[in-house]
């Protein structure tokens, strides 16, 4: 098993989380960015840059993973990809998506998307907060205690 983390978008707080339970489970994590990464040096923890461009990451990732790996993200076309393989898929915010709950999350994704374009204001996402911190946190550990 194998950790795959879209870095980009992914919030320095779940970073640091992720470093310390690679090193504490001793599970390798790579971490898939188009810009270049600071991580602590450890001997399960890795770096791909990948070029600029539209899903370049998720396109690594998708590549890469394997039956049984996690990826951490929160896109939900890559994670849907993810979990198409094998794969199982965790949100920042401490989401865990797989078969029984990706398909309407997809669906709702790409509705929203639809508003956007015909010009409807959806607004953002919620700010990051200490709940999503913590509801990341105890899903990872739940899923490592398993795996």
């Not at 998720?58 to 049984?68: A, L, P």
Request: with cysteine; net charge negative.
């Amino acid at each position: 098993m194998k950790i795959w983390v879209d870095a980009d978008a992914c919030p320095s707080v779940i970073k640091e989380i992720l470093f310390r339970a690679a090193r504490r489970v001793q599970v390798q994590m790579t971490l898939v960015a188009n810009q270049p990464l600071q991580v602590p040096a450890s001997p399960y923890i890795d770096t791909v840059l990948v070029r600029s461009g539209f899903n370049r990451a998720d396109g690594y990732i998708v590549e890469q993973v394997e039956t049984g790996d996690l990826v951490v993200t929160a896109d939900i076309p890559l994670a849907a990809e993810a979990i198409a393989q094998g794969a199982y898929a965790l949100s920042p915010r401490g989401v865990f998506f797989d078969q029984g709950n990706i398909r309407e999350r997809l669906s709702l994704r790409n509705f929203m998307d639809e508003l956007r374009t015909g010009g409807v204001e959806t607004g953002g996402p919620p700010v990051f907060s200490q709940r999503d911190r913590e509801a990341f946190a105890n899903q990872l550990d739940r899923f490592l205690a398993k795996h």
